[in-house]
């Protein structure tokens, strides 16, 4: 390509040079080429699809989304009913998705930077445990794991008349774990507004003390004053509501169950310990990795300048790790949604398993496969859309 | 250089997979809705009856010591093997799941579904064609002895294990909300998974067709511990179904299960098929093929078709007896016997 770009050549040529030589047509032709190229791959699919959906005679049609579901769900956030439509069902199943994903991201995050720090421990044995943690996690496929853990919740816990009882009360048997839940009483919104506006105020109080504390070099103490924030003023939403914005639901042995607070299903917590565990163990070591790719020469830097050690880790050593730790942890976070859909398994109704019985009750493979598709695409893109901004803000600023 | 390289690579690649992925699908056309006769010539073709079947339920579907496929629904598959392409052994089993025996028949992947599948409407407009009941099921519920329970009405609050994708699933919904009673289902795809968590405790009852009940039971740690309730709270017609499109293959099905039916109620056996081709009722004759014809011509079988599958898996009867009778489960036959002797086992005449 050189010589055509080279002055000499095109002195030779004279302005006019032939179209097939012309590098810029080329490039535009290729681009041309290869767009026509794959748009018509992509049609060939589809037309293919559709014909053979056509043959095979299975709709397309979406209608039977709002015909009555008629099949049991274990556990629904919403009230659920059999006589609800498909979608209703649908929409159950999506619930209890984001239900275990986001509590299982939550631990998993926590579990995995604590094991992550152990693998960096200059204690032997605490490194080593993580490291066989680590390990073990990583080498097991997570379906066996969640089969063990399921039935260890099902064989391992006693029946509901010998729960394990601890302190809450919180029930532990084979039917679950029941949780003392609490729950508004009438008086209770005065609190709940108070927790709100706390965390609003706190965190108002915060970034705009840190600016100041930032622009001025003075001291601001934001990070007590946003905690005082958050203490005081729940304290006086909790005196406003007469002392008593919520009551605990407890759980009772009421026939064959417990009845009231807050049940959590022992294939739910099978699924949740699972993921967690199985996720951690990654996370783990993409937190190491992070920590680790964080030059030495900085924390001598920062010795030297006269940090202590919080202000090290706060100021140099996490700010710079995160920058190498967001980008894996949120393919993490997103496998651990995708993974949870290996309930299917174990019986927790989440959209993969309301999806596979939609399919048998109401026969349209084809549209539920798009629709458990397009909701998966749609929280993974929701997921790395949001990590995705604060994985610009945290890395470097050029200047 | 190398972004013009990047760019060859890629586009290659995605020709490879676009390529890989029309390929499945021109595999798939296999599978497409068939004509008339279209499934009987890939039959033939194939040397080989495709099957969907389960492994997991003792009576009508489990593998023996030598992993051989044997069962109630299983024999069926033999004797349309026998029927068509005269042998037993040219079956090849799929084990679908509860789930996944709606869309295997949908797109043609089994040439046959033959897994106690309830035969009902919505199943027949939307999967394919039930033929003809091969064995009439109820709905119930196993409890274990020591709940004490002998009603459905006690059974408020429980919670119940069951198989999803099931009509037993929608049953068992139907008859709580009829009564206004409360239920926590918990579902699993695999029935494995559904009855060795019942059996853990972690329900209160399990509920399918009776005959998997029973079937279950006798596999339990402590049969004696659990008891079938004397309630029946739906009809549960087991019936074989077809790919819809050929009519043939349909109609060749039919004639098979009349075909073991009758058998039975002429009294022609495993045993005596041979000596019954040469026997004076002209009814037994026919239906072996020996004398006259009974449409085996039109549907493409050999004049002895029912002679080879009675002489492969024995009559409806034989069936009954070696899977779940006295050889099997020990199930009473109940409603499945013949219309002769007051069931409701009954086949067109084969004229």
């Not at chain 2, 002895?304 to 779940?324: P, S």
Request: net charge negative; charged share 15%.
């Amino acid at each position: 390509m050189a010589p055509e770009k080279s002055p000499a050549n095109a002195i030779q040529a004279g302005s006019q040079i032939p179209l097939w030589r012309d590098e810029r047509v080329l490039r535009i032709f290729a681009q041309i080429v290869s767009a026509i190229v794959v748009i018509g791959l992509l049609l060939l699919a589809v037309i293919n699809f559709l014909n053979a959906a056509e043959q095979r005679g299975l709709s397309l049609d979406f209608g039977f989304l709002g015909e009555a579901a008629g099949f049991p769900i274990g556990e629904s956030d919403i009230p659920y009913d059999p006589s609800r439509s498909f979608l209703y069902a649908f929409i159950v199943g999506v619930l209890n998705t984001l239900k275990v994903s986001i509590v299982g991201i939550f631990f998993a995050t926590i579990l995995g930077t604590l094991v992550g720090i152990a693998r960096l421990s200059t204690n032997w044995l605490v490194s080593r445990m993580a490291l066989v943690y680590t390990e073990f996690h990583r080498n097991i496929p997570l379906l066996v794991l969640l089969l063990i853990w399921f039935s260890f919740f099902i064989t391992g816990l006693p029946d509901v008349e010998g729960s394990i009882v601890l302190p809450g009360p919180i029930y532990l048997n084979q039917r679950g774990i029941q949780l003392t839940w609490p729950r508004l009483t009438p008086q209770g919104a005065p609190f709940v507004i108070s927790i709100l506006l706390a965390i609003i105020m706190a965190i108002l109080a915060w970034v705009y003390l840190r600016r100041y504390q930032e622009r001025t070099g003075r001291s601001t103490y934001f990070a007590f004053v946003s905690l005082g924030l958050l203490i005081i003023i729940p304290i006086i939403g909790f005196i406003l509501s007469k002392g008593q914005p919520l009551q605990a639901d407890v759980p009772v042995l009421d026939g064959f169950n417990f009845v009231g607070g807050y049940d959590l299903s022992p294939e739910f917590a099978a699924l949740l310990v699972g993921l967690v565990t199985y996720t951690a163990a990654f996370i783990a070591e993409v937190v190491r990795a992070g920590i680790q790719a964080v030059d030495r020469g900085q924390l001598e830097a920062a010795r030297a300048i006269g940090l202590n050690y919080s202000q090290l880790l706060s100021l140099v050593i996490i700010p710079q790790a995160l920058r190498v730790i967001i980008p894996p942890l949120i393919s993490q976070y997103l496998n651990l949604t995708k993974n949870s859909s290996l309930a299917v398994f174990i019986g927790y109704p989440e959209l993969f398993f309301m999806g596979k019985t939609t399919i048998n009750q109401a026969g349209r493979a084809v549209q539920v496969i798009i629709l458990i598709m397009a909701v998966y695409l749609s929280i993974s893109l929701l997921t790395s859309f949001i990590l995705n901004i604060y994985n610009r803000r945290i890395q470097i600023v050029e200047r | 250089m190398s972004r013009k390289l990047l760019i060859t690579v890629s586009v290659f690649v995605l020709i490879a997979i676009f390529a890989a992925a029309c390929g499945t699908s021109d595999g798939g056309t296999e599978g497409t809705a068939a004509g008339y006769g279209e499934i009987v010539n890939r039959i033939k073709e194939r040397d080989s009856v495709v099957c969907g079947s389960r492994t997991d339920l003792a009576g009508f579907g489990e593998l023996d010591a030598n992993g051989r496929n044997v069962g109630f629904d299983i024999d069926l598959c033999r004797a349309l093997a026998a029927a068509l392409l005269g042998d037993p052994e040219k079956v090849e089993f799929v084990a679908l799941s509860a789930a996944d025996r709606g869309p295997a028949l949908q797109t043609g992947e089994v040439d046959v579904l033959s897994r106690n599948a309830t035969w009902t409407t919505t199943r027949d407009a939307q999967w394919g064609n039930f033929t003809s009941v091969w064995y009439y099921d109820g709905q119930g519920f196993m409890v274990p002895v020591d709940s004490g329970i002998t009603d459905i009405e006690q059974l408020d609050g429980a919670t119940v294990c069951v198989t999803s994708g099931t009509t037993t699933e929608t049953n068992l919904a139907d008859a709580f909300r009829q009564r206004g009673l409360e239920l926590t289902a918990v579902t699993f795809e695999d029935t494995a998974t559904v009855y060795s968590t019942y059996e853990e405790g972690r329900c209160d009852a399990t509920t399918s067709d009776k005959s998997q009940l029973f079937a279950v039971r006798g596999g339990f740690a402590n049969p004696d511990d659990h008891v079938i309730l004397d309630i029946t709270i739906s009809k549960e017609p087991l019936t074989p179904a077809v790919p819809s499109g050929d009519d043939q293959w349909f109609d060749i099905v039919k004639s098979v299960i009349f075909g073991l039916i009758n058998a039975e109620e002429l009294g022609v056996t495993q045993a005596n098929v041979e000596q019954m081709k040469s026997s004076d009722v002209i009814k037994i004759k026919r239906l072996l093929g020996s004398e006259g014809e009974w449409g085996q011509a039109d549907l493409g079988l050999p004049a002895d078709a029912v002679a080879k599958a009675v002489a492969a898996v024995g009559n409806y009867g034989e069936i009954y007896e070696r899977h779940l009778g006295s050889g099997g489960l020990n199930l009473p036959r109940g409603v499945n016997e013949l219309w002769t002797n007051g069931g409701l086992i009954y086949a067109p005449d084969q004229k």
